[in-house]
T-cell receptor
Framework: NAGVMQNPRHLVRRRGQEARLRCSPMKGHSHVYWYRQLPEEGLKFMVY????????ESGMPKERFSAEFPKEGPSILRIQQVVRGDSAAYFC???????????FGPGTRLLVL | QKEVEQNSGPLSVPEGAIASLNCTYS??????FFWYRQYSGKSPELIMF????GDKEDGRFTAQLNKASQYVSLLIRDSQPSDSATYLC????????FGKGTRLHILP
């Protein structure tokens, strides 16, 4: 049973470019969560999605960041016009139900030059 | 502002001894509590979860929850060098909030 999958594992972008991070939840999981982790920092919640719905985006920056989880395909975290401060590890987690334990993917390490 | 507090460490423990990791949380309404292990450069890996007051044991790991005092702890018995990692405490109310983690170093 495949776990949570994320790609790419590493992404390098120049300032002003767009970054698109993808997450495929575990089989049978319909709840997806995105977190950001800066070096030596804890995990910061960004957004919680179900299929075709954003449930909680209270942790998302108001500008440049968006997320979706379409009916078909992976969840996408999109960062427009990246800045150096966006450099971080972005983790996706999934759970079968809202109250269930979350399982993490391997993460995407974004580096903005 | 709901908070989860952990001592950042590093916590150094001799091999074979008991490692004790502590976590406090601010929201009395929190219902679920989790411990994750994260090796450097890797993703968090679930070790244990606990919902009720008291102890929960799984192999060398014991989670302890005291809702009245708002703390949750993780004990690791017979510590091994492979236990060296950062341990993240997470608390769920309406969403999961993570602490910044405690770095544990097991001394061979």
């Amino acid at each position: 049973n495949a776990g949570v999958m994320q790609n790419p594992r590493h992404l390098v972008r120049r300032r002003g470019q767009e970054a698109r991070l993808r997450c495929s939840p575990m089989k049978g999981h319909s709840h997806v969560y995105w977190y950001r982790q800066l070096p030596e920092e804890g995990l910061k919640f960004m957004v919680y999605l179900q299929k075709e719905n954003i449930i909680d985006e209270s942790g998302m920056p108001k500008e440049r960041f968006s997320a979706e989880f379409p009916k078909e395909g992976p969840s996408i975290l999109r960062i427009q016009q990246v800045v150096r401060g966006d450099s971080a590890a972005y983790f996706c987690a999934s759970s079968p139900l809202a109250e269930e334990t979350q399982y993490f993917g391997p993460g995407t390490r974004l580096l903005v030059l | 502002q709901k908070e989860v507090e952990q001592n950042s460490g590093p916590l150094s423990v001799p091999e074979g001894a008991i490692a004790s990791l502590n976590c406090t949380y601010s929201d009395r309404g929190s219902q679920s509590f989790f411990w994750y292990r994260q090796y450097s450069g890797k993703s968090p890996e679930l070790i244990m979860f606990i919902y009720s007051n008291g102890d929960k044991e799984d192999g060398r790991f014991t989670a302890q929850l005291n809702k009245a005092s708002q703390y949750v702890s993780l004990l690791i018995r017979d510590s091994q060098p492979s236990d060296s990692a950062t341990y993240l405490c997470a608390v769920r109310d309406d969403k999961i909030i993570f602490g910044k983690g405690t770095r544990l170093h097991i001394l061979p």
